[in-house]
């Protein structure tokens, strides 16, 4: 033990409480950045020779919880996937209109119902008729702006999955370059800390569309998979296809063409079922939307307009077996094998609405009559109302069968749309719920300045003791000298 | 050494969420209070809106009620007040028309036929009643007036009780004119009856009567046996002439009770429109309590919950402002 090896161990104690105010420095700065990981510096004492050297610097520690972190990114995956579906059952509800608002189908419904009632009190009054013509269309228009409400959520569904997917497979990228970065600084033996971070905050952004289990490998080096079991990142990064397309009606369907599935390295996955490898984030939830709740909801109301259409045909003693009715399917008769998408092709029958070169009268002597007949006579007008107003078993599979008036069928139709939206919204707030805890626990193990500063205390005592024996060993070097002068 | 520590953004995003948590019940109680409407009206009623759009479907239908009720209570009332228009007309010249025989002169008879032509008239003027419009005599055909002119009338009797000797003649030609199809079938110019005219959910009134119900024809058939005497039939033999005065006013004394029963069928349809729009206005206002109880929020309820959640939000700023002056940092100056 000699003079000046106390001097270097003094030193390494200096140098260790830099790198250890640097790291601080670090963890302070970055109190709320997202995605940074409190580290430490590991310390041990240093041993050469089989004697104690001062101190050396281990390496830095990220302070990470992974367990913890694992549990976190499925929560926030399933949050992102009932985040997307209560968010469309909800714009469902809206197009069909809230039960008090007065542009609900249901309101446009009792408006029109109203008008049969006053016309029949009153058949020759023009202003009546045309107060049928008027709701009928607003009804028809009701129908249409649902149709294409729901029609355009379905389109921005297919855009989002498009970007979604672009986006993976630009995050799948980065990761693998990130991956051979850290092959080589860890081989190098650097401090990959910042590395991993990003690493870890590109993961969290694949794991909201898709979630993924890491799962680690030798030189920090991590394979992804989704938990449904897909590979997304081994080796090399996975190549995800899928085709976004323009416009979409009603008819288009995966299944029966005309819109994309997706592809991992060429080759096809379901997008739906327990086959599916990519459900449980926004990816499967957007998939679902396209392909299941927006066609079911197509289906509820193309069952509605279909009754509605169905209920108006064959009481018209004027027109011909067979013949479109007050509503036609784009001007003509309904063909029962083509029902999909009707809810937005609804239209007033154009024999009776003057705005397509009809006239009113039709309203009341039929829609075949060719001249106007006694203005007094309700009788056909009394028949549309019975036929609007009485039970009728729904012909249509999209909705549960049931013996119904039209306004039932509107109420059980809105009452539906309420009902999977709450349900939707109360799965929404359980996944929300336990992201929030996940994520507050996540937050705790986060930087505390506190702490921080409780350290910084210690490292300053720390470094001013190292110095003081530098200081000290300085005085007995200069003590030998003086002894020579 | 394992340390307790917990991390600042912990705190910031504890805080955070629940004052945003709370600001939007703030905002739902505000809202609440000032419109009385549940802002999510489907979480209200646990997602089955059924109850509250059949109460709105109901309040809309009943509405509509409310005007055909209106207008069939204006028809009933013109229809009413026709028919015992007709009866004072026919009142006020039976007994005169019954002594033309036995009592008056052939001056006066004349007199007497004169005076039904103008009854005649008035009654036809009565027939013709148009209510807002609306011919309340002509069913269907609501655009035109059930009868002609008198005029026209008179002369097609005269026609059809060309070569008539006597009275009798006359009145078998004037009876077979008013039920023949083509006599006064023909000169009717209405259609067919009107339809009932829905006045409550799955109730109707019958508004049918047309100018060809028996009473009224057979009112009217009265009064034009008197006034052919006044066209100049069976010109020159006053004793017939007096006879045919006679025989009208029996047929109008022989058609008051159908006037009458007429009459009351027209009122029974009246008290059934009062009766419905009665019951419409009492079923208007307890669906309308009903739609507010089920369709409302409770101001009481809202106002209270406003109240406490504000407390809420300002107890959460407080301890805000003093947590985030809880640091070492500040210490350590």
């Known amino acids: 033990m000699s003079v000046t090896s106390a001097l270097a161990g003094a030193l390494s104690g200096l140098s260790a409480t830099s790198r250890q105010a640097e790291i601080l420095s670090s963890n302070v700065a970055n109190a709320t950045t997202p995605g940074y990981v409190r580290r430490e510096v590991g310390l041990g004492a240093a041993v050469l020779a089989g004697h104690g050297q001062g101190v050396q610097i281990l390496g830095v520690r990220r302070d990470v919880d992974r367990h913890l972190l694992g549990e976190r990114r499925l929560a926030e995956a399933g949050t992102g996937d009932r985040d997307v579906r209560a968010g469309f059952l909800q714009r469902v509800e809206r197009a069909l209109g809230s039960a008090d608002s007065p542009s609900s189908l249901a309101a446009r419904l009792a408006a029109f119902d109203q008008a049969l009632v006053e016309a029949a009190g009153r058949p020759e009054s023009q202003a009546r008729l045309n107060g049928i013509a008027t709701t009928a269309r607003s009804l028809i228009a009701g129908f249409a702006a649902a149709t294409t409400d729901i029609q355009t959520a379905r389109a921005a569904a297919d855009r989002r999955i498009g970007e979604e997917v672009t986006r993976l497979n630009a995050t799948l990228q980065q990761l693998h370059e990130l991956n051979v970065n850290l092959r080589s600084f860890t081989g190098a033996g650097r401090d990959v800390s910042a590395l991993l971070d990003e690493r870890q905050r590109l993961v969290d952004q694949i794991s909201a569309i898709v979630p993924v289990r890491e799962v680690p490998r030798d030189l920090n080096q991590i394979a992804l998979f989704t938990t449904g079991g897909a590979p997304l990142l081994e080796g090399s990064a996975a190549e995800i296809g899928f085709t976004p397309v323009h416009t979409i009606t009603p008819e288009m369907t995966q299944a029966l063409g005309g819109l994309s599935g997706i592809t991992i390295n060429g080759r096809p996955f379901d997008t739906a079922g327990s086959a599916s490898p990519i459900l449980g984030g926004t990816l499967g939830a957007l998939f679902s939307v396209r392909d299941e709740l927006a066609v079911s909801a197509q289906g509820k109301l193309d069952a509605a307009a279909r009754d509605l259409v169905e209920r108006f045909s064959g009481i018209d003693p004027t027109l011909a077996p067979g013949a479109a009715g007050l509503f036609t399917d784009a001007g003509g008769a309904f063909d029962p094998l083509d029902e999909v998408g009707l809810a937005g092709r609804l239209r007033l029958n154009p024999a009776a609405d003057p705005d397509q070169g009809g006239a009113l009268f039709r309203l009341r002597d039929g829609l075949g009559a060719a001249t106007e007949g006694p203005p007094g006579n309700g009788t056909l007008l009394s028949a549309l109302h019975s036929a609007l107003t009485g039970a009728r078993p729904l012909s249509s599979t999209g909705f549960p069968a049931g013996n119904r008036s039209f306004a039932a069928l509107a109420s059980d139709i809105l009452s539906d749309a309420a009902a999977l939206r709450l349900s939707a919204q109360s799965e929404q707030s359980f996944t929300a719920a336990r992201l929030t805890a996940l994520t507050d626990l996540e937050a705790q193990n986060g930087i505390d300045t506190d702490r921080e500063m409780q350290e910084l205390l210690v490292i300053e005592k720390n470094y001013a003791a190292n110095a003081k024996v530098i200081q000290a060993v300085a005085d007995m070097i200069d003590t030998l000298i003086r002894l020579d002068g | ?333």
């Open chain 2, 1 to 333: 050494m394992t340390r307790i520590s917990v991390g600042d953004a912990s705190m910031t995003n504890i805080l955070a969420r629940q004052g945003s948590d709370l600001r939007a019940q703030v905002q739902r109680a505000a809202q609440e209070v000032t419109t009385g409407r549940h802002t999510d009206i489907g979480k209200a009623m646990r997602g089955d809106v059924a109850p509250l759009l059949a109460v709105d479907a109901s309040l809309a239908r009943l509405a509509a009620y409310r005007t055909s009720t209106t207008d069939a209570a204006f028809q009933a009332a013109a229809q009413q007040s026709a028919v015992s228009g007709l009866s004072q007309l026919a009142a006020g010249i039976t007994m005169t028309l019954m002594g033309a025989r036995d009592v008056q002169t052939p001056a006066q008879v004349n007199a007497t036929a004169a005076e039904a032509r103008g009854r005649l008239a008035s009654a036809m003027g009565l027939v013709n009643t148009q209510a807002s419009g609306r011919a309340v005599f002509s069913g269907v055909a609501t655009d035109t007036v059930p009868l002609g002119s008198a005029e026209d009338m008179l002369a097609a009797l005269e026609t059809a009780a060309a070569g008539a000797l006597t009275a009798g003649d006359v009145e078998t030609a004037v009876n077979g004119w008013f039920s023949d199809p083509l006599g006064f079938g023909l000169f009717y110019q209405g259609g067919a009856a009107l339809s009932a005219v829905p006045v409550a959910p799955g109730e109707t009134a019958d508004l049918s009567t047309t100018a060809m119900d028996p009473a009224i024809r057979d009112t009217l058939a009265g009064f034009a046996m008197a006034a052919l005497i006044d066209r100049g039939v069976l010109a020159g033999n006053a004793e017939e002439r007096a006879r045919l005065a006679q025989t009208a006013g029996q047929t109008l004394l022989r058609t008051e009770d159908a006037r009458i029963t007429l009459s009351a069928r027209i009122g029974t349809v009246e008290a059934r429109i009062e009766a419905a729009r009665t019951r419409n206005a009492a079923e208007e206002t307890s669906l309308g309590i009903l739609r507010a109880d089920i369709g409302s929020v409770d101001p009481y309820e809202a106002a209270t919950r406003l109240e406490a959640v504000r407390a809420q939000l300002e107890s959460l700023y407080l301890v805000t402002a003093r947590v985030s002056r809880l640091s070492l940092t500040e210490y350590l100056r």
